[in-house]
T-cell receptor
Framework: TQLLEQSPQFLSIQEGENLTVYCNSS?????LQWYRQEPGEGPVLLVT?????EVKKLKRLTFQFGDARKDSSLHITAAQPGDTGLYLC???????????FGQGTELSVKP | KAGVTQTPRYLIKTRGQQVTLSCSPI?????VSWYQQTPGQGLQFLFE???????NKGNFPGRFSGRQFSNSRSEMNVSTLELGDSALYLC???????????FGSGTRLTVV
């Protein structure tokens, strides 16, 4: 069974601080995705990383895929209140068509 | 471009009843997958359909079933509802099912 462990589960920080969310597994994934979900809405895709060691940047967000394609991280620089939400990592298994989600990180950024 | 549409948005059912949820994918997307989201278990995969065929299935009891029509629209059915089935049910569509998933806003099911 493929599992993704995401940490931390909860994060409350002040505006302007930096943070990192981790997503780890003992399994290899063909790709890994990061989503952000607002209350009462579905997750919205932020980025997909495919190649081991890949780094992608989306404004103040930096995503990294581990060399062995088993882990990933999301780093946010100078967090803003608008970054508040549930961040989810999800691995795509080799069969495709199925996302395996981590438990999520509930981020709260206070002004 | 229209997104993924799920209906209804909210639903209240009584234990023992059955329910059908609907998902209309983005035009051109042939893969539709369903997920259950609860505070305790997070997002869990139910099943995925591609061109009317179930291609992947999660670890849910047989009370959970689905189907996909020729226009790629999908329905999910839950029979003999239990209190523990209360959750946000999300569907996601993708062109091929490998990546590029777009989620709908979900159906909030409450079983009383």
């Amino acid at each position: 069974t493929q599992l993704l462990e995401q940490s931390p589960q909860f994060l409350s920080i002040q505006e302007g601080e930096n943070l990192t969310v981790y997503c780890n597994s003992s399994s290899v994934f063909s790709s890994l995705q990061w989503y952000r979900q607002e209350p009462g809405e579905g997750p919205v895709l932020l980025v997909t990383v495919v190649t081991g060691g890949e780094v992608k940047k989306l404004k103040r967000l930096t995503f990294q895929f581990g060399d062995a394609r088993k882990d990933s991280s999301l780093h946010i620089t100078a967090a803003q209140p608008g970054d508040t939400g549930l961040y989810l990592c999800a691995g795509v298994n080799n069969q495709g068509g199925k996302l395996i989600f981590g438990q999520g990180t509930e981020l709260s950024v206070k002004p | 471009k229209a997104g993924v549409t799920q209906t209804p948005r909210y639903l209240i059912k009584t234990r023992g009843q059955q329910v059908t949820l609907s998902c209309s994918p983005i035009s051109g997307h042939r893969s539709v997958s369903w997920y259950q989201q609860t505070p305790g278990q997070g997002l869990q995969f139910l099943f995925e359909y591609f061109s009317e065929t179930q291609r992947n299935k999660g670890n849910f009891p047989g009370r959970f079933s689905g189907r996909q029509f020729s226009n790629s629209r999908s329905e999910m059915n839950v029979s003999t509802l239990e209190l523990g089935d209360s959750a946000l049910y999300l569907c996601a569509s993708s062109r091929t099912g490998d990546y590029g998933y777009t989620f709908g806003s979900g159906t909030r099911l409450t079983v009383v």
